[in-house]
């Protein structure tokens, strides 16, 4: 009996033996298994650090965007918001609701600027994060380094969403806010130059230079100025609210302003005779074209009146001040976009010339949108008298016909077959 209680004790000690060692390897096991997937996890998060979207692309850095657009949410884009409206318009150069409507028109008209995911998932930059990074390149003249500190968007990133940005301004506003003059928009034109003292007047036009700092060499010749510089000059004319009506960019910067005149189409209505209908009299002569105020580098054609370079009488002296002041619309114009849009006032360091082109245009038609949001077009505004006393001026109405019908315009043709009436225009003009 004792032998056989020995043998059932030996039995039951390896059996317990053995449980032992088999919940001993399996902690071991289940520890190992942690341990490796632990370590497979930092392997691919390492080799994930280590490349980009693609191989042999530099790494990927989290620059924390997602947090980033947080709080550009909560700085301005929420109801209660850190910093006011004022501030918002102060830095952005235009108020909230605008910047609004036109990243929710923008949004529409390209959906790069929407949100979305990519491939592995994760959402990418918000619309405001992309807008806010544009409208400082243009407000500031910063680089896309300085601008990625603030929206913590890559450089590419940030040149291809300015290049679809001013892409889409021109798109979707050019017709709206780099229009001809509607007939209520000369009503407003000639009423307030008549009460300025220049009858059938609707604007002042001028040219203004960009400098190219990045001008490619082979064009250096082309696009060089009389200072020396490298630029492209603009030609625009401007209402007294500095409204600009007429922009022509991408002339070369070696070229004077006689030269831009030529190639610029500000004039194309006339000379198609679809020109609207104004007339006026001064000093007891009947004009019938509308009319620029240009500075004395300007043809003297009926289109322009330009300012006396030297006053002899005091008569004259009073009407070349009073011309000066007047021709200053298009000067202050000038100022405002370039301390408005701070990248058009610096040297340009795009290669693109096209590109130069779209950021100009894109730059007027907010600036243009800007006017028409903030100006206050009732406000009185009290000016001397006229020291000249021209006559009447009768505001403009759309040509008819005898039958009362609208006039319909003689087409111009490639055969030259109604070239002879341009021809005419122009000699008129």
């Known amino acids: 009996m004792s032998d056989m209680k020995e043998v059932l004790e030996r039995q039951e000690r390896e059996r317990r033996a053995r449980m032992r060692r088999r919940a001993a390897s399996k902690r071991a096991q289940r520890e190992l298994d942690e341990q490796l997937g632990m370590a497979v996890a930092l392997l691919e998060e390492e080799n994930q650090s280590r490349r980009g979207s693609r191989e042999s692309r530099a790494s990927n850095v989290d620059k924390h965007r997602h947090s980033q657009g947080k709080n550009l949410m909560k700085n301005y884009f929420i109801p209660q918001s850190l910093y006011s409206d004022v501030h918002f318009r102060a830095r952005y150069r235009m108020q909230p609701h605008l910047f609004n409507k036109v990243m929710h028109d923008i949004c529409n008209y390209d959906d790069y ?5 990519n491939c592995a998932g994760d959402l990418g930059l918000l619309p405001e994060q992309k807008f806010i990074a544009v409208i400082r390149m243009l407000a500031y003249e910063s680089s896309a380094n300085q601008v990625d500190e603030i929206a913590r968007m890559g450089k590419s990133t940030i040149l291809e969403s300015l290049v679809r940005f001013c892409d889409a301004v021109e798109n ?4 709206d806010y780099l229009r001809r003059p509607t007939p209520r928009d000369l009503q407003r034109l000639l009423q307030k130059a008549k009460s300025r003292g220049f009858p059938g007047m609707i604007g002042s036009i001028d040219c203004m230079h ?18 020396g510089q490298k630029s492209i000059i603009l030609e625009a004319v401007a209402g007294f609210d500095t409204w600009v009506w007429h922009a022509f960019f991408g002339v070369a910067g070696s070229q004077n302003y006689l030269n831009v005149l030529g190639q610029s189409p500000v004039f194309n209505d006339i000379l198609r005779g679809k020109g609207p209908n104004i ?3 001064v000093n007891n ?3 019938q074209n509308r009319y620029y105020l240009a500075d004395s580098i300007y043809p003297r054609w009926t289109t322009f009146v330009k300012s006396i370079p030297h006053p002899q009488s005091q008569k004259e002296n009073f009407f070349a001040a009073y011309q000066e002041g007047y021709r200053k619309d298009v000067e202050r114009c000038f100022g405002i976009l370039q301390a408005r849009w701070a990248i058009i006032r610096g040297a340009a360091r795009l290669f693109d010339e096209e590109v130069l082109r779209s950021i100009m245009m ?3 038609i907010l600036h243009n949108m800007i006017v028409e949001d903030e100006y206050d077009y009732d406000v009185d505004e ?13 505001i403009y109405e759309k040509p008819l016909g005898p039958n009362g019908e609208l ?3 003689d087409p111009l043709v490639s055969d030259g077959t109604f070239m002879h009436r341009m021809i005419e225009r122009y000699t008129e003009m």
Do not use: S
Request: charged residues 20%; proline residues 4%.
């Open 210 to 227: 960009w400098q190219w700092k990045n001008c490619p060499a082979a064009w250096q010749g082309d696009y060089g100025n009389r200072k």
């Open 362 to 364: 894109t730059c007027i």
């Open 279 to 281: 007339t006026y009299q």
């Open 285 to 287: 002569t009947v004009y």
């Open 382 to 394: 009290v000016y001397e008298l006229d020291p000249m006393n021209t006559a009447i001026t009768r």
């Open 172 to 175: 979707l506003y050019t017709r």
């Open 113 to 117: 600027f929407v949100q979305k995911k």
């Open 407 to 409: 006039v319909q315009h």
